[in-house]
């Protein structure tokens, strides 16, 4: 590892000297390499190659080399401190960064030899031109002598105004599979600090052996430290003292400060572990970073290397309930859960980016296995919406999953992404933040001018859009901010993006058109502020000569900078700079010394631009002339004007704002585009909620389902009409309220500090009061929600399960919660399966199912109704008989060596019930994540939909009850509960019942009862079948009324018993009592009803038009009699 500042250096040594594999090259002002040219020997050389009549694919690159003995080596000036590692192989190290502009010092030296006339092909005439007359480049060889054997290059620019480039070269073993560690003790570890640009060194021995530097972003003599054992240290004297910051640090997870938003420069972001394994967020000064002036900002355990700083956020992850928990902290204010769509359900999470004041992230979703989802935030990364579905991605060269999108430089809004839909990847172009989307237009005609038949949907332009990994090169897709709207990549024209038959595509109007400008992969950099292109063959075979071209690709001139063909490794291009100077690394052949060549571009300009020498382009989007609601004008060079643009060129004319439209604005958080191109809640968002957390007497923002597309500037408009309106907070009782402990566990040790947090769903935070009953006696109260952000602390004296209850009450209403917390014992995960509504007084089989399986015993607490204590099995299934009629509640915990899990049901026990068991149309068990949450909401949905029809029979909704069974294919189960339960009233609820069912099955069979699940998703509702509960009576007592019902059902037996005598006529009763419970899974049994994942005893089904009523009474009362 090395850095350096302006006349510093510093390295990193774990012996007293150099290895002998290894050679430093120095290149000072005024002197040679000593490694490189002590004197000057030919291999230094300064050349001007001329180029000679080839063709415009630049046919034989094998000619003889001209070599010249009488030329001097000159220094190459760089802008700022720049840091690379090649490798014959390729690129496998990393940048610095640029800091400012070159000064003017070190100018080229003269006795150039004159050059040769150069090639020129010309686009749009598909021929080449040798002219006299076109300028020419001149370039310098400098040759790294006896390093033949080494493989591996670090380069490095010395920093801000100096022409210093130092070069360490190595024989780098690649051993493929492998793990190499040092730890020899023989060998101490050293820093070598050099403040005269390497002339001479001091070195200064370290304690430990560092692993990685990390530099402060403006203060240049401070410096992060990580070691191989984990620890972190901070040095400001420029590594000269070290002092250690924290023990136990994630690798790659700390942090400097951001300038602007921490309030000190010296403040250090990490991840650190704790004692106990657990993995927490810490800040602290980088010289005072005691236990006492450590802070924790989350309150709370995060995931391990789950920590990011960047720009204005930081984000963390938090493991829930076997889940990812994604957290977010806009300029360093308190960490709020982000909120994805509520079935994303991400399996992996990424952040793409997070500047232009909001955050892209990458998710794969539970579905998804070789696709990401792009989604983008609001201005504090909180709300995130769908940009586009199914994004490629692309395995790099180190394993790491990489997108396929690309941000297009020097726009703002203009993305490239490549989706794939239909087993098909297509490349798709936006320019208002991924809100519209469209294919890119194939060019008109090829390099020969032939025209290409290409029209869309069904053909278009795709382009590959990966990043390469060696910063050196250009990649297959290249912009610059200082060259808006020219985009240059490698595609092909077609069906779908293909990496066979690819050529060089060049757009220069933000990729409205698109123009062919190769057949063959090229490297492309800009230069001269994008005044230029320069473009060099792929680095798989030699080449000596380069492309450049001052009209934005439509014409191409060829240059040569070398005698011989170069393998190029690399190209350095200054940056910001007024002297062009571009610099090849690389190798004549596999076995010869290293090789930098110096290019000067300056000569090919011959004056710098006037007014004269610029045209204007107006950006635009097929036409529109707004783009992120403005219209900007910009100004180009024209075309064949050999002049410099200048340091002081600004290629923005003019921007104006425009009016407001539908398209400057998205779809809000839960709301989604329909067909018709409105934005709708979708089936799992209640639009109400919003407003849940506001106290009274405040405002909130109520959405219209929109919000401004971000960065968007444009103004009035439809801006009112989409924009989110303030309203004034309802006084709201309280609703949803939540407890749970900090860590997440539900355990905690005896007499450590269990802290307890309590949050409100619903309700007016700052007027209800909170009590919390910890179950050992001891209880406290708060005015508010607000004293208890920081968590509320309690210490258990003894071992034991407590029933902790929380209790929020306003004037309005009151919510309770209880957690039931074992003190010493572990947490883990369960699944209660009960029945939805259950007979009074008959028994049930309550089950609960631990996933995964448990190898080890498990122990069962099974909460019920209102006991204060639990039934504890060894078995996961009870059973039990609801001796009253109502809701009620039911909750098992499960603990398994050190773990403890939760869960629990609300039961419906009623005399008597009808139910209708369901079925949907197949597109369904597509989307069905099998969670109970999106069970719940599709039943919310289906319970919607049901009492819509029944609004002409006034039967009320809460008598409706929908159970959605898991797994697929997707099933449910309908209740209609009697809407009186008196005795005297049981006749009038069979027949209620019977009618209203007759209309939901009615409805049912016609396929009226359906829902849009997304934008293009219908769900169709079927009726599979009918059954009723018995109509059992839990009075245990005989009236004599009933005693002459009885006799006279007896005489009726007895007729029925002569008929059947004499006409042998068979008659099975429709209904009949079997206290057998259905067999485990079955779901379609023709006697029995399945209530939501329980066994339960077999109904009784009514129906009121079947024939011969009297006989099957009859059979029921020769069936008593016998």
Known sequence: EETQYHGQLLSLSLSLSLSPSLSLSLSLPGAHSAAGCNTAPPSCVEHTPGSSEESRRGSQEDEEPEMREDAALHRAKRSGPEFAEFSESGWTGRTGVDAGAPDDRGSLLDGHRQGRSEFRWNRDEGRGNTRQDEPKITSSTFALTGDSAHNHAVVYWSGQNSSVILILTKLYDFHIGSIMVLTDPEFESSVLISSDEGASYQKYRLTFYVLSLLFHPTEEDWALAYSHDQKLYSSVDFGRKWQLIHEHVTPNRFYWSVLGLDKEPDLVHMEAHTPDGNVQYVTCRAQMCTEANRNYPFPGFIDISSLVVQDDYIFIQVPTSGRATYYVSYKRESFIQIKLPKYSLPKD???????????????????????????????????????????????????????????????????????????????????????????????????????????????????????????????????????????????????????NNVGMF????????????????????????????????????????????????????????????LFVDGVLVEAGAENQIMTF???????????????????????????????????????????????????????????????DYSRILSAESCICRAHDFECDYGYERRGDGNCRPAFWFNPSSVSRSCSQGQNYLNSTGYRKVVLNNCTKGVKEMYTARKQQCPNRPPKGLLLTTKDGKLTANMGNN?????????????????????????????????????????????????????????????????????????????????????????????????????????????????????VITLDGSI??????????????????????????????????????????????????????????????????????????????????????????????????????????????????????????????????????????????????????????????????????????????????????????????????FDLTSPPRGSRHTSSRILMHEAHIPISHKMHGKRPLNGLICSCFAWAVIC
């Open 754 to 870: 269990v802290t307890f947090l309590v949050q409100l769903d619903e309700g007016d935070s700052l007027r209800t009061n909170i009590q919390l009953d910890f179950g050992d006696g001891t209880a406290v109260s708060y005015s508010n929600l607000s004293w208890t952000e920081e968590g509320i602390k309690h210490v258990y004296k003894s071992a034991g399960i407590f029933r902790v209850t929380a209790l929020a009450e306003n004037m309005l209403g009151y919510d309770t919660t209880t957690l039931f917390l074992h003190v010493t014992c572990p947490v883990e995960h369960v699944q209660l399966l009960a029945p939805f509504v259950v007979i009074r007084n008959k028994e049930i089989n309550i089950t609960a199912v631990v996933l995964p399986s448990h190898s080890r015993t498990v122990t069962y607490f099974w909460w019920i109704g209102n006991n204060t204590e639990p």
């Open 585 to 647: 690394f690389g190798h004549f052949s596999h076995r010869s010394d290293w090789q930098l060549i110096k290019i000067d571009y300056k000569s090919i300009f011959n004056r710098k631009c006037t007014e004269e020498d610029y045209q204007t382009w107006h950006l635009h989007n097929q036409g529109e002339p707004c783009v992120m609601g403005q219209k900007q004008i910009y100004m180009k060079r024209r075309a064949g004007n050999y002049c410099m643009l200048g340091k």
């Open 879 to 1072: 059973s039990h008989t609801f001796t009253s009629e109502g809701m009620h509640i039911i909750t098992v915990q499960v603990a398994a060596a050190n773990t403890i899990l939760q869960d629990t049901k609300t039961i419906a026990v009623k005399e008597f019930f009808k139910s209708l068991l369901l079925s949907f149309s197949p597109n369904l068990d597509e989307f069905n994540p099998d969670i109970p949450e999106w069970r719940q909401d599709v039943g919310r949905v289906i319970k919607k939909l049901v009492s819509a029809l029944l609004q002409v029979s006034d039967f009320p909704e809460e008598k409706l009850l929908v159970a959605v069974f898991p797994g697929v294919p997707t099933a449910a189960e309908l209740f209609l509960l009697p809407h009186k339960n008196q005795s005297e009233g049981k006749k009038k609820c069979e027949e209620e019942l019977e009618q209203v069912s007759d209309i939901i099955v009615s409805a049912l069979n016609q396929n009226l009862v359906e829902f849009e699940l997304k934008p293009g998703v219908r769900v169709i509702v079927y009726n599979t079948q009918l059954t009723l509960a018995p109509l059992v009576d839990s009075n245990p007592r005989h009236s004599s009324s009933a005693m002459l019902m009885l006799l006279s059902v007896v005489f009726l037996g007895l007729a029925v018993f002569l008929i059947y005598k004499f006409k042998r006529y068979t008659s099975f009763c429709a209904g009949k």
């Open 506 to 565: 060049i757009s220069s109007d933000a990729g409205n058109s698109w123009r062919q400008i190769f057949e063959e992969e090229h490297n492309v950099w800009f230069l001269d502020k994008g005044g230029a292109l320069v473009a060099v063959k792929q680095p798989t075979v030699p080449t000596r000569h380069l492309w450049v071209s001052f009209d934005e690709g439509r014409q191409w001139n060829q240059h040569s900078f070398s005698s011989v063909p």
């Open 349 to 499: 999470l990424h952040i793409v980016s997070t500047d232009g004041k909001q955050v892209f992230a990458a998710v794969q979703e539970w579905n998804q296995n070789d696709t990401y989802n792009l989604y983008l935030s609001d201005t504090r990364g909180i709300y995130f919406t769908l940009a586009m579905e199914n994004v490629k991605t692309t395995r790099g060269i180190s394993g790491n999953q990489m997108l396929d999108l690309y941000e297009v430089a020097g726009i703002k809004g203009m993305l490239i992404a490549n989706k794939r839909q239909d087993n098909q990847v297509k490349t798709y172009i936006t320019y208002n933040k991924g809100r519209d989307w469209r294919l890119l237009q194939a060019p008109a005609a090829d390099l020969d001018g032939n025209d290409i038949h290409c029209i869309l949907p069904f053909c278009s332009l795709h382009l590959q859009l990966q990043m390469s990994e060696n910063p050196y090169l250009s990649g297959t897709i290249s912009t610059k901010s200082s060259a808006p709207g020219i985009i240059v990549a490698t595609g092909n024209i077609g069906a779908e993006l293909s990496y």
